[in-house]
């Protein structure tokens, strides 16, 4: 069996950034900066490093990024507070609470309490309510990635069997709706699924989002399938790994996506795409108003 083609979410990252970064430059020409904020509570490193990619993405193509750093023992209050300052706050277009939260914060309420307008992470109910019905709204990055990595790839979804393993509000859930509305067949799975590898052998295109590492090995692979993974884990020397045994299962996937390299970027480059779109929708409302 031959190994699989390696689909390059760093690449596909870099050329979609390019066409965001041009219609950046266009909204500065009509005097507009999208503006991203990203709240951050507490100092978990992991969140740190990513908080940090985050603002260097937006950097490098001009999105303004405003990082909110607030103490672990922030109050709930508090937090909702500086939500609702950035609601209003016209140079942001997106607002992004990172996550996780401490314990003693409901994320739930801090998400529900995001503009919808400004949810470019598409965690709020009404995003997912919005997404689950078909209608235009903010779609989770991460998801949303991995369509644009199956697209860029020159994959057929339509009429596929596509079998997610995990059922996460911002990554299982969401992806299995999205292949759905691409007429895949779609099948969810997690830890109490029994005999996992008799339903992912089914699978054209498996979509992994555990977090467990080397998870799907190739006892769970039928040869030619799609290989998605979503894993960001930490082995004993601190690389990152996924939660594909990517040796094994590169043997006989046919398309496979690496990580670090994967589907990572991509979550990013959605995430500044949200951002343009939701400036670009200020722009067009600005139009109405003096219209009138
Ligand atoms: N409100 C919220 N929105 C998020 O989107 C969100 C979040 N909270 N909390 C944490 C997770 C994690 N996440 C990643 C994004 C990009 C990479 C990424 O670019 N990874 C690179 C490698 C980076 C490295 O080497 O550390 C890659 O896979 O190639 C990883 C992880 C977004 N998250």
Redesign the pocket.
């Known amino acids: 069996m031959s190994n699989a083609m390696i689909i390059n ?2 690449e596909i990252g870099q050329e979609i950034r390019k066409s965001v970064a041009e219609e950046v430059a266009k909204l500065k020409e009509q005097g507009i900066t999208p503006g991203l904020a990203v709240i951050l509570v507490g100092d978990n490193p992991a ?1 740190q ?2 908080v940090r ?1 985050k603002q260097k993405s937006c950097e490098a193509i001009g999105i303004y990024s405003e990082l909110i750093k607030l103490p672990e023992e922030v109050s709930e209050e508090e937090l909702l507070a500086q939500i609702r300052s950035l609601n209003h706050n016209d140079n942001i277009h997106g607002i ?4 996780p939260l401490p314990g003693h914060i409901n994320e739930d309420k801090v998400i529900a309490t995001i503009s919808p307008e400004k949810d470019v ?1 598409g ?1 709020s109910p009404v995003s997912v309510g919005k997404m689950m019905l078909g209608q235009e709204t903010y779609l989770p ?2 998801p949303y990635g991995v369509m644009k990595l199956l697209e860029y790839a020159q994959i057929d979804i339509a009429g596929k069997h596509a079998v997610i393993v995990g059922r996460s509000h911002i990554v299982g859930k969401p992806m299995g709706q999205l292949l759905l509305q691409k007429d895949a067949t779609v099948t969810y799975t997690h830890s109490k699924t029994p005999d996992l590898p008799s339903i992912t052998k089914q699978a054209d295109i498996i979509v992994a989002a555990v977090g467990r590492p080397n998870f799907i090995t190739k006892e769970h692979v039928k040869p030619g399938a799609v290989v998605i993974d979503v894993g ?1 884990n930490r082995d004993e020397n601190n690389k ?1 790994i996924g939660d594909v045994n990517f040796a094994e299962v590169e043997q006989l996937a046919s398309h496979i996506t690496p ?7 991509m ?2 480059t959605m ?1 500044l795409y949200n951002t343009v779109q939701s400036a670009q929708k200020t722009l067009s409302q600005d139009k109405k108003h003096k219209n009138m």
């Open positions: 979410g760093k969140s490093t990513y990619n992004l609470v990172q996550l992470d965690f990055c991460t960001i990152l990580v670090p390299g994967g589907v990572g970027p979550t990013i995430l």
